[in-house]
Nanobody
Framework: QVQLVESGGGLVQPGGSLKLSCAASISISIFNAMGWFRQAPGKGRELVAG??????MYAESVKGRFTLSTDNAKNTVYLQMNDLKPEDTAVYYC????????WGQGTQVTVSS
């Protein structure tokens, strides 16, 4: 069983930055894929950024603004979010895949002036 603990969400003004963290209970080197999803009120969950063993991809809406990174020593996956916009407001979820899918509890990001 993999446990994921997210942190770093909050309220930020448009144009601001936040860095989300997702700490895993086991080594992240065993995961086949890692990523961040988000779900805005009244909308479905969408993939924001994902990393497989050979590739990192981003949703078109966040390209050039968001960066997914990992720290194997800390078993942590990060999402650096810059130039935030009101439409980025959502609950953000960390996801990792082995032979199963595991999700974090979600962290609220609110972009508002």
């Amino acid at each position: 069983q993999v446990q994921l603990v997210e942190s770093g969400g909050g309220l930020v003004q448009p144009g601001g930055s936040l860095k989300l963290s997702c700490a895993a209970s086991i080594s992240i080197s065993i995961f086949n894929a890692m990523g961040w999803f988000r779900q805005a009120p009244g909308k479905g969950r969408e993939l924001v950024a994902g990393k497989t063993r050979g590739n990192t991809m981003y949703a078109e809406s966040v390209k050039g603004r968001f960066t997914l990174s990992t720290d194997n020593a800390k078993n942590t996956v990060y999402l650096q979010m810059n130039d935030l916009k009101p439409e980025d407001t959502a609950v953000y979820y960390c996801n990792v895949k082995t032979i199963s899918d595991y999700w974090g509890q979600g962290t609220q990001v609110t972009v508002s002036s």
